[in-house]
């Protein structure tokens, strides 16, 4: 079983930075894809970035280039470093496991199987 537990949320002004965290408690050392996730009030859950069990990172293009993806494999944290950040990153985040070394579809929620509780971040112009 894996718990994770998201945290590094807030609010900040248009262009600032945050970095964000999942602590994964688990007795496994398995290294599976993870990913970073984010749903806007109103809007359907949207996977951001992903990476996989050789810590290759994935994009989705509204966050390439402001956004990295990596995790300290050792410590089981998943961290998403955010820069340049807009009012349209506001949203609840979550980062998710999948319970496979591999997957196809990296983006899509159906994917993963553990999720954290998510961590709100709020970006002010």
């Known amino acids: 079983d894996v718990q994770l537990v998201e945290s590094g949320g807030g609010s900040v002004q248009a262009g600032e930075s945050l970095t964000l965290s999942c602590a994964a408690y688990?007795?496994?050392?398995?290294?599976?894809?993870m990913a970073w996730f984010r749903q806007a009030s109103g809007k359907e859950r949207e996977g951001i970035a992903a990476?996989?069990?050789?810590?290759?990172?994935q994009y989705v293009d509204s966050v390439k280039g402001r956004f990295t993806i990596s995790r300290d494999n050792a410590k089981k944290i998943l961290y998403l470093q955010m820069n340049s950040l807009e009012p349209e990153d506001t949203a609840m985040y979550y980062c998710?496991?999948?319970?496979?070394?591999?997957?196809?579809?990296?983006?899509?929620?159906?994917?993963?199987?553990?999720w954290g509780h998510g961590t709100q971040v709020t970006v002010s112009s």
């Open positions: 688990t007795s496994s050392s398995a290294r599976h894809h």
């Open positions: 990476i996989d069990s050789a810590d290759n990172p």
């Open positions: 998710a496991a999948a319970n496979v070394p591999y997957i196809l579809t990296p983006m899509l929620p159906d994917t993963y199987y553990y």
